[in-house]
């Protein structure tokens, strides 16, 4: 009996994974460095060093978060696609709110992008390839 052999990955899954394992080392990067910063710093920053504790260990952990859900898209989970895919809506909801309430702001154009980046990840996630690799695995 021949083994139904799974679909091959498509490149637009494969480019959001890459996005993804470049938010979760930025993350945790980012919760290190701060862990490392030096009270001095923390105190030009404004920052208290038990909230910087407690920052550098959240995005640390959403660092680690992520890279499971990198992880998981890379191998086709349904449910990693579906965390990804609700980020994703709610950060395009979201930028709709900010690009109204800021319209004719630099910070409105930044927001736009951010709203387009993520509706392309969504799409890049439910194309018909992507519907057919998820599927299969």
Do not use: H, K, Q
């Not at 980020?87 to 800021?102: D, E, G, N, Q, Y």
């Amino acid at each position: 009996m021949a083994a139904v052999r799974p679909t091959a990955r498509p490149g637009s899954v494969t480019v959001v994974v890459v996005l993804t394992w470049i938010v979760a080392f930025f993350s945790a990067l980012a919760g290190v460095i701060m862990l490392l910063a030096s009270d001095e710093v923390l105190a030009e920053a404004g920052i208290s060093a038990s909230n910087a504790a407690v920052y550098s260990w959240t995005e640390i952990a959403f660092g680690v978060i992520t890279a499971l859900v990198a992880i998981g898209l890379s191998n086709g989970n349904r449910f990693s696609r579906f965390l990804v895919t609700v980020l994703m809506a709610v950060r395009a909801a979201l930028t709709l709110w900010t690009v109204i309430s800021w319209w004719g702001t630099a910070g409105s154009w930044s927001a736009l992008v951010s709203g387009l980046f993520a509706i392309l990840v969504i799409s890049m996630l439910w194309n018909a390839r992507a519907n057919e690799f998820f599927r299969s695995t």
